[in-house]
């Protein structure tokens, strides 16, 4: 029967790391599927690292990933896919809130001949309302620039071994993977599920990490905001050719133009027409920076196997090209 690996991306869940590994663990262990578990401490400041190794002496089919410092969830993610030897992949959040018994019925899809099964939010769980409208909003955005439905879409899927080598080919270091496992193409199904409630702990996500997050992935999958500078561009010529028009009516009509306020108010867009600009395109600059020095998207410290006299086998010094 063909091995399944759970990558479980995870940063300070050191209450529920353990219990994601046993959870998963007996759902399919029950349901006779062969597993392999994933799970990437993304350089946590609590005990997730400790946990994680713990789980790892009571199943041999844990594979532990320790990153060296945090590198983010999306560097998490393609650790765990490297990591992963199964024919099929599985992504999901360690602190639960993606239903584990979804799982079964993805593999099921898998084993029917779908190669990407996407997990579909039917309902965003307990949400604040900026929260809300601002994933709204982020998800429309995606969606227009990259063609591909993005709404309500998540992190939680399966995926083919070559729907995985696929993504893991690509040379790009600043990639968003919920983009791109859709992007890739293949045969794909969706299953829709409700989020959970959290069992323990809390959100790693501020209002500010998710802003800055999503302007990330926006810049890193789509050269959409760069659209934005050529219409700022062509509004402030429009308005500037509008006042130019008004100007010279007033002058060959004898009436001249009180200048101080205009010329304020026509500054100050420009100038901050201009500053956004910069900003954007300074920031698209950034990135291809980071990608020309072609530095790992990740460094591992230590990675740890489950063995079957309860022990772990230890590797270390591995670095995410």
């Given at each position: 029967?063909?091995?399944?690996?759970?990558?479980?991306?995870?940063?300070?869940?050191?209450?529920?790391?353990?219990?994601?590994?046993?959870t998963?663990?007996?759902?399919?262990?029950?349901?006779?599927?062969?597993?392999?578990?994933?799970?990437?401490?993304?350089?946590?400041k609590?005990?997730?690292w400790?946990?994680?190794?713990?789980?790892?002496?009571?199943?041999?089919?844990?594979?532990?990933?320790?990153?060296?410092?945090?590198?983010?969830k999306?560097?998490?993610?393609?650790?765990?896919?490297?990591?992963?030897?199964?024919?099929v992949?599985?992504?999901?959040?360690?602190?639960?809130?993606?239903p584990?018994?979804?799982?079964?019925?993805?593999?099921?899809?898998?084993?029917?001949?779908?190669?990407?099964?996407?997990?579909?939010?039917?309902?965003?769980?307990?949400?604040?309302?900026?929260?809300?409208?601002?994933?709204?909003?982020?998800?429309d955005?995606?969606?227009k620039?990259?063609?591909?439905?993005?709404?309500n879409?998540?992190?939680?899927?399966?995926?083919d071994?070559?729907?995985?080598?696929?993504?893991?080919s690509?040379?790009?270091?600043?990639?968003?993977?919920?983009?791109?496992?859709?992007?890739?193409g293949?045969?794909?199904?969706?299953?829709?599920?409700d989020?959970?409630?959290?069992?323990?702990?809390?959100?790693?996500?501020?209002?500010?990490?998710?802003?800055?997050?999503?302007?990330?992935?926006i810049?890193?999958?789509?050269?959409?905001p760069?659209?934005?500078?050529?219409?700022?561009?062509?509004?402030?010529?429009?308005?500037?050719?509008?006042?130019?028009?008004?100007?010279?009516?007033?002058?060959?009509t004898?009436?001249?133009?009180?200048?101080?306020?205009?010329?304020?108010?026509?500054?100050?867009?420009?100038g901050?027409?201009?500053?956004?600009?910069l900003?954007?395109i300074?920031?698209?600059?950034?990135?291809?920076?980071?990608?020309?020095?072609?530095r790992?998207?990740?460094?591992?410290?230590?990675?740890?196997?489950g063995?079957?006299?309860?022990?772990?086998?230890?590797?270390?010094?591995?670095?995410?090209?």
């Open positions: 029967m063909s091995v399944l690996s759970v990558v479980l991306p995870a940063y300070n869940e050191e209450l529920m790391a353990g219990k994601a590994c046993v998963l663990g007996n759902l399919l262990q029950n349901a006779g599927i062969p597993y392999e578990l994933v799970v990437v401490d993304d350089g946590s609590d005990h997730t400790s946990e994680i190794q713990k789980a790892a002496k009571k199943d041999r089919n844990i594979v532990g990933v320790h990153f060296s410092r945090n590198f983010g999306e560097s998490a993610v393609f650790a765990g896919l490297a990591q992963a030897s199964g024919d992949v599985a992504v999901m959040d360690c602190d639960l809130q993606h584990p018994q979804k799982l079964l019925e993805m593999y099921h899809l898998w084993e029917d001949g779908y190669e990407v099964i996407e997990g579909v939010k039917s309902s965003r769980g307990k949400e604040s309302f900026f929260h809300k409208e601002s994933a709204g909003f982020f998800y955005i995606m969606t620039a990259t063609g591909v439905n993005m709404k879409t998540s992190d939680f899927k399966m995926m071994r070559k729907a995985v080598d696929s993504i893991l690509m040379p790009e270091r600043n990639m968003f993977f919920r983009a791109t496992s859709s992007w890739v293949f045969k794909t199904a969706f299953v829709e599920f989020v959970q409630k959290r069992e323990a702990g809390e959100s790693k996500w501020s209002a500010w990490s998710l802003i800055k997050y999503a302007f990330t992935n810049v890193a999958f789509t050269t959409l760069l659209q934005f500078v050529t219409v700022g561009g062509a509004v402030c010529f429009v308005l500037s050719a509008i006042l130019g028009i008004y100007s010279l009516v007033q002058y060959f004898g009436h001249a133009v009180e200048g101080y306020t205009t010329i304020l108010i026509v500054l100050l867009l420009v901050s027409a201009v500053m956004m600009s900003g954007i300074g920031y698209y600059i950034s990135k291809i920076y980071e990608e020309v020095k072609h790992p998207r990740y460094i591992i410290s230590e990675i740890v196997h063995e079957e006299n309860g022990s772990v086998k230890i590797k270390q010094d591995n670095t995410g090209r």
